[in-house]
């Protein structure tokens, strides 16, 4: 088993993306575009008792239960077995420069569920639990969905849509006996005759936790996907243990509402937010992500650099970012530089600079791998700061 499997705990997360019905205006302090956005974002709080990220907000997701690659899903995708990898179809990037979480070959870890498959199946049902959102596709999309990727004609252009299974009791009972058992995730499928729409989710990156940040040292090596939808927000409602708060926004509002410290939210979700500013179309970053997608992703593990007077989280491709540092279980710099010292003479800059808990900005020279998205850079440091930059 790879060295990722062995200390880092797998989960998968969805960048979950709605319609909204009114246009909101891109804040003044965060104009990414001079035009309005036209979709939210998902995000969830954190329970203030959870030992990992208290009363931090997060894309919906969480841990892989040993049921997402259980042999009886192969029965309910029984469609779509001669499709390549359950009709996912199969990432351009070479298999030897995949992430572990992607590349492993679960069947010699004894599933015949491929890893593709039940990361997507995880994220899907972590979605259900936590917000009340599921992503499925009925019995009767089903056939429509394989003919199409049977004659190579499914591109999903269209937006995810949710069906309309069952009345909001049903699906809320359903929705306790799943969070009492993921297994029983399985069973509330083949009972409401639906499939986990594995096809909608969009791999988009993993990130790894890193050393030292968080309580416990838990480590999690989780694959992020992005699913656009259609409808605007649906009915979301938290599931008061792991999650006691929903809020739906736009990419810059909630990271305007981050630096008002209304809200605090981890690097990757900083990052990634600040990728999808660049996209005020729900549209345009659905066929972004949908296209991208096939070219595969980069494992990003932060390396944490410390001062006194601020922090930085170096990623991959960073001219400081250890050669070891996709390995090295225990990686933290220390430096006295200064940020106008630390920078100087550097060309290739790949990295999140924080002043504090909620004062970041992300510096990037680099050009991303894989055809991925620069994140949208202007500096939300405080005034008099952001010409260290």
């Given at each position: 088993m790879n060295t990722a499997l062995r200390h880092w705990k797998e989960a998968a997360t969805?960048?979950?993306?709605?319609?909204?019905?009114?246009k909101l205006p891109v804040d003044s302090l965060t104009r990414c575009v001079d035009k309005?956005?036209?979709?939210?974002?998902?995000?969830?709080?954190?329970s203030g008792t959870s030992g990992f990220m208290p009363n931090a907000y997060v894309f919906p997701g969480g841990l892989v239960d040993p049921s997402d690659f259980s042999s009886e899903w192969l029965d309910l995708f029984q469609s779509f077995l001669r499709?390549?990898?359950?009709?996912?179809?199969?990432?351009?990037?070479?298999?030897e420069t995949r992430p572990p979480i992607f590349a492993t070959d679960r069947k010699k870890l004894g599933s015949l569920v491929p890893g593709d498959v039940a990361f997507r199946i995880c994220a899907v049902r972590e979605t259900f639990e936590e917000s009340g959102v599921l992503l499925v596709v009925s019995k009767e999309e089903e056939s429509t969905l394989f003919n199409s990727i049977e004659n190579n004609r499914y591109s999903q252009p269209e937006l995810t849509r949710i069906p309309d299974l069952c009345d909001k009791s049903e699906l809320a009972k359903w929705r306790v006996l799943v969070n009492e058992n993921p297994s029983n995730f399985i069973r509330m499928c083949r009972e409401l005759e639906c499939l986990p729409n594995i096809w909608a989710l969009h791999e988009w990156g993993n990130w790894l936790t890193?050393?030292?940040?968080?309580?416990k040292q838990r480590r999690y090596d989780t694959a992020f996907y992005m699913c656009c939808l259609q409808e605007t927000p649906p009915h979301t409602l938290q599931d008061e243990k792991e999650i006691v708060h929903f809020k739906w926004s736009t990419p810059p509002g909630?990271?305007?509402?981050?630096?008002?410290?209304?809200?605090?939210?981890?690097?990757?979700?900083?990052?990634?937010?600040?990728?999808?500013?660049?996209?005020?179309?729900?549209?345009?970053?659905?066929?972004?992500?949908?296209?991208?997608?096939?070219?595969?992703?980069?494992?990003?593990?932060?390396?944490?650099?410390?001062?006194?007077?601020?922090?930085?989280?170096?990623?991959?491709?960073?001219e400081m970012y250890p050669e070891e540092g996709s390995c090295q279980m225990d990686v933290t710099l220390n430096t006295d530089q200064s940020l106008n010292e630390l920078h100087q003479g550097c060309s290739a800059l790949h990295r999140i600079v924080a002043l504090d808990p909620y004062t970041a900005a992300a510096v990037v020279?680099?050009?991303?791998?894989?055809?991925?998205?620069?994140?949208?850079t202007r500096s939300s440091l405080r005034p008099g700061t952001s010409s260290q930059l």
């Open positions: 969805v960048i979950l993306a709605a319609g909204t019905r009114h309005a956005f036209d979709y939210e974002v998902l995000l969830l709080k954190r499709s390549p990898n359950f009709g996912l179809g199969f990432v351009k990037q070479p298999p890193p050393t030292g940040v968080y309580a909630i990271l305007h509402s981050y630096q008002a410290r209304e809200m605090w939210i981890a690097p990757p979700q900083f990052y990634d937010l600040s990728r999808m500013c660049r996209f005020p179309s729900l549209q345009n970053l659905h066929s972004f992500s949908r296209q991208r997608a096939s070219e595969g992703c980069e494992q990003w593990l932060p390396v944490r650099m410390v001062s006194d007077s601020y922090y930085i989280s170096l990623l991959p491709g960073d020279t680099i050009t991303p791998k894989y055809n991925h998205l620069l994140p949208f």
